[in-house]
C-alpha cells in the first residue's frame, strides 16, 4: 500500500471550521462525517480508531477520514479546532502531522477560524487558501522529518551527549532513547538510519578513536587508556580496538608514532 502522502490532498470542500474547549475527561463516540484536521493550541485530546491511539497536542495534528469511527478522549482541557474537509481522493487512513512547533501553522489555524466565522467576501477562497499554506507547512516538515538532517535532529541531543560523557561506563540505549523523548526501539532505528550502526557500536567506536588519540599523544598505560575513555578493562578494549582496527592497541600506537 503506498504510503499516505499529506502534500497529494486535493479539497474539493470546505464543509466547517469551529473552535471549542471541552473540559477533562469529557468522552464521546462518533463517525466522522467529513475528513478531520484536528489541532489544539492547548491541551491534549486522544483519539482511539481501530485499537490505536492518536494524540492531538501542541505538537501533533489528527488526521481523521471521512466515515471513520473513533473514540475521543480529553487528557488536558484545551483550546482546538477542528476543520471538516472532503478531498478529490478518498483519505484512507488516520494519522499524526507533526507541528514542529512552527508558528506559521498556527497562524494559518487563526486565520482559517476567522474568516470562517465573518463570512465576509470570498471567505471560502481565503479559508482555502490558508489551508493549502498549512498542509504544504505540514507537508515540508514531514519531508524533513524523514530526511537524514531531520531524523538527526531527532537524535541530536543524544548524540552530543555521548560525545560529552563517552568516559561514563553507564551510556545505555534506553536512557539516550528517553533523552531523545522516544522509545528504545524507535530511537534505535532512526539512529541506524543516520551512523548505519546502533547506539552501543557507535559509542565503542567513538572511544576507540578517542584511544587512538591518547595512544598517539600520551604516555598513559593500556590500562588507565581503557578505563579513560569508558572500557570496563583493558582486556575488553584490546579485543574491540583490534577488531576495530586490525591492530593492537600497542601496535597502532608503534606504527602511528613511526608515521610521524
Not at 531524523?151 to 534506553?174: C, F, G, Q
Request: aromatic share 10%; hydrophobic share 35%.
Amino acid at each position: 500500500m503506498k504510503k499516505f502522502d499529506i502534500s497529494n490532498i486535493v479539497i474539493s470542500k470546505i464543509n466547517d471550521v469551529y473552535g471549542y474547549t471541552l473540559p477533562r475527561d469529557t468522552e464521546c463516540e462518533a463517525t466522522m462525517e467529513h475528513n478531520a484536521l484536528i489541532i489544539k493550541s492547548r491541551g491534549v485530546s486522544e483519539y482511539v480508531i481501530d485499537g490505536k491511539k492518536y494524540v492531538a497536542n501542541t505538537d501533533n495534528i489528527v488526521l481523521i477520514p471521512k466515515g471513520t469511527e473513533y473514540g475521543m478522549y480529553i487528557c488536558r482541557e484545551g483550546e482546538c479546532v477542528i476543520i471538516e474537509f472532503d478531498a478529490a481522493e478518498p483519505i484512507t487512513s488516520p494519522c499524526e502531522l507533526d507541528t514542529d512547533g512552527d508558528k506559521e501553522i498556527a497562524a494559518c489555524v487563526r486565520s482559517i477560524l476567522q474568516y470562517w466565522k465573518l463570512k465576509g467576501p470570498a471567505y471560502r477562497s481565503k479559508c482555502l487558501s490558508e489551508l493549502y499554506n498549512l498542509i504544504t507547512r505540514l507537508s515540508t516538515i514531514h519531508s524533513y522529518n524523514h530526511s537524514l538532517a531531520g531524523k538527526y535532529r531527532m537524535i541530536h541531543k543524544s548524540v552530543k551527549y555521548i560525545e560529552t560523557n563517552y568516559r561514563r561506563a553507564d551510556l545505555y540505549t534506553p536512557d539516550l532513547a528517553k533523552m531523545s523523548g522516544m522509545g528504545e526501539t524507535y530511537y534505535r532505528s532512526i539512529f541506524i538510519s543516520v551512523f548505519s550502526m546502533p547506539p552501543a557500536k557507535y559509542i565503542q567506536n567513538y572511544r576507540v578513536e578517542k584511544a587512538k588519540e591518547l595512544l598517539v599523544n600520551s604516555d598513559l598505560s593500556i590500562d588507565d587508556i581503557a578505563t579513560g575513555v569508558g572500557f570496563a578493562n583493558a582486556s575488553y578494549f584490546c579485543k574491540v580496538f583490534k577488531s576495530t582496527t586490525g591492530l593492537t592497541p600497542t601496535e597502532f600506537a608503534i606504527k602511528s608514532k613511526k608515521l610521524g
